[in-house]
């Protein structure tokens, strides 16, 4: 156990569930509590933030302009944010048990900015803890388990704020002006130029969401599509879309898990479903991968990412995304090394995963009255930090977004330059 | 010891140097030899070649519709073949104990397509050996001596084949029909973009050549340039270019390792010289660049590599760069993930070093009685065979060219799309 350990468990055990009294001044006029939250912010790497205690007490980091203010309700609350200053902070927000003045994305960037570079975002006590639990396995069942607890929560909850497309990845801006749904509609376009989509080719898609790709593929495209997702939700809506839009022949859902697909194909694209992989799973999914692509066939997989291996945020990784894991480059070469399959091109849509968040998040807080009735204020307010933390972790370059373009190493049948994905 | 290991040993052990006499026939009607070189064949993957013995006896692998036609000038050189695939072939072929019928990269395409993925172009034997040799360490002193017996040959012999640039490395094609100092150029002002350099920026390169990048940069980006290299001759000659450009006020060439770099700049950028650094090496190069970046920093490494972790081809290492080491994409990550930079972008340019390597043989092909009175024919051959080796190998898709472009992790001034590289 560590000095950090120590210095918190000890007045937790004395203090649970003490009332909200006045906190007893120490020798140097400062409160135990007061001296806790020093100590919290000396491990966040002093950011320019101002604690409220509900004593009235005040404890902030460095100066700065514009000095966030964090609002702690109570003494257990602080105590569990020293304890676990992920799930712990994550929780608390939720329950409303700690508030935030003014803008949470701001308050999130200032703390993200000032931690220690590849400190990942945990106290040592979190780092301790967490070795002995990582994200929950995905087994053909576990992923099942997961992916329903996420994706389907209900369609018409997802709807209130992804924009037209319902396409919940990340959007490509061309201009800092795009609207979200120019954006997700150029995100669409983007991937199909650099897979090369031909009239009447055949592609396989890895985990289809609501069948927004399988379906901009076909129509602007001409290709024929199977697309794969283990979410019934998810299978359920885009069959439906595709009946309306009347490309049925053209975009089969297929409800089954990407490990079962079978048959050859001129292209393999999957849009954030690697992030629900698992790292021990990436050389099955790049054998799957491999045996998909004909000779001259392309493939592209996009994820969140990160510039060196890291667990997922506990927070999210618990209460959102139960199993999901954002894994290096280095990580994900393990899908195509094992295969020789060829790394054409690698492109960081980072900034373009923050405007999409910001996005989705205005659209999500105009909506937060009919989420509430869906839901709860808790539910609301969860999902709030879960969009305003994530603008943050992209802003602040903790999470990364990876578009790999991929290809058989004998493909020579490639375009020598990029030049065709920026022209008209 | 395994199987081919016997079989290829006894009968060199009592062949040796023995006359060219006819071989034996075998019970099947095939000598000795002939059996050795199905054997050959087999593990090459049975490609569409033909073997013409000293004997005058014939064995062809598969039947195409070019089949190859090798010349094996006698029994020894078969065995050394056999033997050592790599080595044995190289310096077979550099002393005409091998000769090519026809084009020598067709033949080499030939080859390198029909064996194995991942096989890594070595015989079972050939790998079981490579375990006791890697590649010369590149210390500081073992890079120096590494460097000089590559680059230190003499400017003239590399002014004869280089083009008018005198750019060692990859070229950029927009078109296809660009010439190789077109292709120098244009790679030249893809890496500027890549880097966005503005006027008055500082730019710190490791590894120079000739100097050509630091000129380009200076003249036409407005940049302050500090180049580093360990090789003699090209300092002198980059030292001497600037002076007569009217840029020695502008780029500095400092005749030392990449490791006593200092300093902090806008821009970090090394364009061939990852291949000699050695994987080991890696964090090491990671720290220099991220201490050299100022914080809107960016940085470009460019490098041949491969689609798995392999060494090189051993011939190539042993007789053309000593201690060279093209690395996977996986293995490049050691430069950045220990500091937390962000990778940007990953291009694929191998169909771009194919077409430069074409142009440089060409030239080299040309010049070739020039060469043979600066050193003699074995050398002229030798670096013929490199040549057209590395040709086969970017066109077969053995070997990749990655060029990568990354920043420190919360870089936000960084263009939104990659439009900017391919307007005007």
Known sequence: MNAVEQSVRSPERTSENAPAAPAEPTRAGRSIEARLVERLLSLLGNPAIEFLLWTGERV????????????????????????????????????????????????????????????????????????????????????????????????????????????????????????????????????????????????????????????????????????????????????????????????????????????????????????????????????IANQSLLRRGRGLIHSIGRNHAAPLHAWIERRIFPGAYPPSLAEMMKIFEPWDLSVLDVENLRLHYAKTLRHWLALYEAASERVKNMFDEKFVRMWRLYLAGSVAGFTTGTLQLFQVVFAPPDNNDIPLTRAHLYQG
Request: glycine residues 10%; hydrophobic residues 35%; aromatic residues 10%.
């Open 60 to 287: 902030s980091g460095r100066p700065g302009e514009k000095v966030q203010q964090l609002h702690i309700k109570d003494r257990s609350t602080l105590f569990t944010l020293f304890k676990d200053s992920q799930v712990g902070f994550g929780d608390a927000y939720s329950d409303g048990r700690v508030t935030v003045e003014g803008d949470l994305v701001a308050f999130l960037e200032t703390v993200y900015e000032s931690m220690p570079r590849g400190s990942a975002e945990q106290s040592l006590l979190r780092r301790f803890m967490s070795r002995r639990r990582g994200p929950r396995a995905n087994t053909l069942e576990g992923s099942r388990e997961n992916i329903h607890r996420h994706y389907d929560i209900g369609n018409e909850f997802y709807a209130l704020w992804l924009g037209r497309t319902m396409s919940y990845t990340c959007g490509y801006y061309p201009t800092v002006s795009a609207s979200l749904d120019e954006a997700q509609l150029a995100k669409m376009h983007h991937v199909c130029r650099k897979l090369q989509l031909q009239p009447g080719q055949r592609v396989v898609e890895a985990g289809c969401g609501w069948g927004t790709l399988g379906l901009h593929m076909a129509r602007h495209y001409g290709v024929k599509v199977r697309a794969f997702n283990i979410s019934h939700e998810q299978i359920v809506f885009a069959r439906a879309r595709a009946m309306a839009e009347g490309l049925a022949s053209q975009v089969e859902y297929v409800e089954d898990d990407y490990r079962n697909i079978t048959g050859t194909y001129d292209a393999f694209v999957s849009v954030g479903m690697l992030e629900h992989v698992g790292v021990e799973n990436y050389p099955e999914l790049g054998r």
